[in-house]
C-alpha cells in the first residue's frame, strides 16, 4: 500500500470492451493534467462513434446470445461482494486515481471507494431477494404472474465528481438485475471507470457484460449522444448536468428507451432559530465545502432564520477560514482544486456577479497563494444578503461558493425553498419535530434531511430529484426497479 503522500505516476490506459483491453480503433489517446499543478496523470483512448458501435454490439451480444441475464441471481451477487471485497483491498490504488484526476484530498478519496464497495454489498443482497407478484385469488379459472426481467443493454453516461460512487449506483443494480452496459466516464476523470471495469472481470464478470468507451470533451458528447440514441441500447442511465441530460433524454427518444437522470441542484439548506447552532453551523460547512463544492446536492442555498442569522454566519465564515487548500496528496489538505479551467472560469464569473449581487464575507476570488499558484483553487466563499432572485441564488455555481438568504417564518421559508427549477435535496436543522416534518413535506425535493447534511448514514433510501434535477430513482428498491422490465403472465385454467 502507498502512502496518502506518495505521487503517482503517468498511467497509460485502454479501454476495455467484450473481455479486451483496446485502444480507440484511430489510434487516437487524449490526456488528463492534474488540477493540482498541471502534470499529466493519465492517457487513455480517444473513442469515436466507431468504438462506442464495438462496445454497443458486445454488449447487445452479450445479453441476446449468453446465458448472463437469465444466470441464477445468486451467481450475480457473488460477483458484487467478490467486486465489493477487491475493492476494499484495492482501495488505496483506486483512491490515488480518483485523487489525481479530480484533485479531490485522497484521504476523501478513499472514502468514495469505501462507500463504492458497500453499494456492490447492497445490490448483492438485493440480488438476492428479487421476486414477483402472483394473482390467484382475483377470479376462478386464471391465474396471473407478475415477472421481473432485465431491461437489456443499459448506457451509462457518468460526470467527474464523484467518478467511482456514482457509476456504481447504476453498476450495482444493472449486474444484480441481469442487465449489460456500456458506459463512457466523464473525460476528466475516466480512470477509476477502467480499473473497474478489470475488477469486475476478477470478480467473474462475463465478457461483454461491462464494457468501457473514453473519449475526449467532443468526442465524449458525441459518443453519449451515440450511446444515448443506438437503437440497440434499451435503457440510458445518465448523471451530470440539467443541460447535458436534456441533449440525453432527446436522443433516447429516437427508440422510446427508457432514461433516468441524475442532474443538477440549488438546494436549500434551512436553519431554524432553535437549532443545535454549532451542529448546525458544521452542516452548513460541510453542506457547501464537501468536494470544493462540485457536489450536485451540495446546500448552496443557506436560508438562516433571522434572528440567528448574523450569529450563524460569523460561525460558518470563521469555520470556513480554517479549510486548507493543497495538494490533494498531503494528508493535512481538506479542499482540493476545482476541476478544469473551463469550471474556475465559471466560478469566477459567478464571483464577480456575486460581488455586484451581495454582501461577501470571506473568500471570492481564486486562490494563488504559495503553493497553489498551479492549481485551479477557489477561495471558500460566503455571500451574504443575497436576494432569492440573484443570480447567485438561482443557479447552480458547482464550487466553493455560499449564498446566504434569511427568512422571517415557516410559511416564507418553504416558498423560498422551492423557488428554484431543481429539486434534488435540502436539509433543515431544528430540534420541533412538527417544524421539521412541516418543511420536509413542503419542500420539492427528492431527498430531505433533517438535522444532517449529505448524509445520516442511510445509504440504502432511493436518491433524484424532482423537477429539472432529474427522473427516476437509484439506490433504494426503486433503484433497483429502473434496470428491470416488468412482464405479466396470464394463464388460463383448463
Ligand atoms: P456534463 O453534463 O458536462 O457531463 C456529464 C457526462 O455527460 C460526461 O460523461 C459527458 O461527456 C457527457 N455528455 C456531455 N454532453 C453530452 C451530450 N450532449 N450527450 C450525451 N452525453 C454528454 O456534467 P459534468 O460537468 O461532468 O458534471 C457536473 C454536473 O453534473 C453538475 O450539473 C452536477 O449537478 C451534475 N451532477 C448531478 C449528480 C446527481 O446525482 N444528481 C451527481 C453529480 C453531478
Known amino acids: 500500500m502507498t502512502s496518502i503522500a506518495e505521487r503517482p505516476g503517468v498511467t497509460t490506459y485502454q479501454q476495455f470492451i467484450d473481455g479486451q483491453w483496446v485502444d480507440a480503433l484511430s489510434g487516437a489517446t487524449f490526456t488528463r493534467t492534474s488540477p493540482y499543478d498541471g502534470s499529466v496523470v493519465g492517457v487513455y483512448p480517444n473513442s469515436g462513434i466507431e468504438d462506442a458501435e464495438r462496445a454497443i454490439r458486445a454488449a447487445r451480444r452479450a445479453f441476446d446470445e449468453t446465458s448472463w441475464p437469465t444466470s441464477p441471481a445468486a451467481d450475480r451477487a457473488r460477483i458484487l461482494r467478490r467486486a465489493a471485497d477487491l475493492l476494499a483491498e484495492r482501495a488505496d490504488a483506486f483512491a490515488t486515481c480518483i485523487a489525481a484526476e479530480v484533485g479531490k484530498p485522497k484521504t476523501m478519496a478513499l472514502g468514495e471507494v ?95 457484460v461491462f464494457n468501457v468507451v473514453t473519449s475526449e470533451t467532443d468526442n465524449g458528447a458525441l459518443v453519449g449522444q451515440h450511446i444515448a440514441a443506438s437503437e440497440l441500447v434499451d ?117 464577480e456577479r456575486g460581488r455586484q449581487e451581495a454582501k461577501l464575507l470571506t473568500g471570492g476570488s481564486r486562490a494563488t497563494d504559495p503553493g497553489l499558484e498551479k492549481g485551479l483553487f477557489v477561495k471558500p466563499t460566503i455571500f451574504d444578503e443575497v436576494p432569492a432572485q440573484a443570480t447567485i441564488a438561482r443557479e447552480e455555481i458547482f464550487g466553493p461558493v455560499l449564498s446566504v438568504l434569511s427568512f422571517d417564518n415557516l410559511d416564507d421559508v418553504i416558498r423560498i425553498a422551492n423557488d428554484t427549477m431543481y429539486g434534488l435535496a435540502a436539509a433543515v436543522w431544528t430540534k420541533d419535530i412538527n417544524v421539521a416534518l412541516k418543511v420536509a413535506k413542503g419542500l420539492r425535493a427528492g431527498t430531505v434531511w433533517v438535522n444532517a447534511y449529505h448524509s445520516t448514514g442511510l445509504y440504502n433510501m432511493p436518491y433524484g430529484g424532482y423537477k429539472q434535477s432529474g427522473l427516476g430513482r437509484e439506490l433504494g428498491d426503486l433503484g433497483l426497479e429502473e434496470y428491470m422490465e416488468t412482464k405479466s403472465i396470464q394463464i388460463k385454467l383448463q
Open 114 to 208: 469505501m462507500a463504492t464497495a458497500e453499494v456492490f454489498q447492497l445490490f448483492a443482497a438485493k440480488a438476492l431477494n428479487l421476486k414477483g407478484e402472483s394473482f390467484t385469488q382475483q377470479i376462478p379459472d386464471a391465474v396471473g404472474i407478475v415477472a421481473h426481467e432485465p431491461v437489456g443493454v443499459v448506457g451509462i453516461i457518468t460526470p467527474w465528481n464523484f467518478p467511482l460512487l456514482l457509476i456504481s449506483w447504476k453498476i450495482g443494480p444493472a449486474i444484480a438485475a441481469g442487465c449489460t452496459m456500456v458506459a463512457k466516464p466523464s473525460h476528466y476523470t475516466p480512470g477509476s471507470t477502467l480499473m473497474l471495469a478489470g475488477l469486475l472481470a476478477e470478480a467473474g464478470l462475463p465478457d461483454g
Open 235 to 351: 435503457k440510458v442511465a445518465f448523471t451530470g448536468s440539467t443541460a447535458s441530460g436534456k441533449a440525453v433524454m432527446r436522443a433516447a427518444a429516437n427508440n422510446v428507451k427508457k432514461v433516468s437522470l441524475e442532474l443538477g441542484g440549488k438546494s436549500p439548506n434551512i436553519v431554524f432559530p432553535d437549532a443545535a447552532l454549532d451542529a448546525a453551523v458544521a452542516g452548513a460547512f460541510f453542506g457547501i465545502y464537501l468536494n470544493s463544492g462540485q457536489v450536485c446536492q451540495a446546500g448552496s442555498r443557506l436560508l438562516v432564520a433571522k434572528p440567528i442569522k448574523d450569529e450563524f454566519v460569523a460561525k460558518l465564515t470563521a469555520l470556513s477560514q480554517t479549510l486548507k487548500l493543497g495538494d490533494p496528496f498531503d494528508p493535512a489538505t481538506t479542499m482540493g482544486p476545482v476541476i478544469n479551467e473551463n469550471q474556475l472560469a465559471k466560478i469566477e464569473s459567478y464571483l
